[in-house]
């Protein structure tokens, strides 16, 4: 007979876990896109760990990528996608079964 108890813990979506990951889903959470520059500076990291975080939350289908220019500037927007909003949402939902109210 196996233990049907699961700790909560174990509903941790392991994409998302990682400090910096998840930075960067709480701030796309807040907004309905965010640019590169804007979101490097509000998580605090460099732009390769930035780069390597985001490459992670794309190919999980969190986030959407957009390049494109802002007048003859280049730009990359982030924003999160349907699943990666459903994908936050749980997060934070196992995060108060942990901690409670």
């Known amino acids: 007979m196996t233990d049907s108890r699961v700790h909560p813990r174990h509903q941790l979506d392991e994409v998302i876990h990682a400090p910096v990951r998840l930075s960067v889903m709480a701030a796309l959470a807040g907004a309905e896109r965010?640019?590169?520059?804007?979101?490097?500076?509000?998580?605090?990291?460099?732009?390769?760990?930035?780069?390597?975080?985001?490459?992670?939350l794309d190919a999980a289908g969190y986030i959407a990528v957009v390049k494109g220019y802002e007048g003859k500037r280049p730009r990359t927007w982030f924003s999160l996608t349907e699943q990666g909003r459903a994908a936050f949402q749980r997060y934070r939902e196992t995060l108060q079964l942990l901690i409670g109210d």
Do not use: M, N, Y
């Open 34 to 56: 965010i640019t590169f520059g804007f979101l490097r500076d509000t998580v605090e990291v460099s732009d390769s760990l930035l780069s390597k975080h985001i490459a992670t």
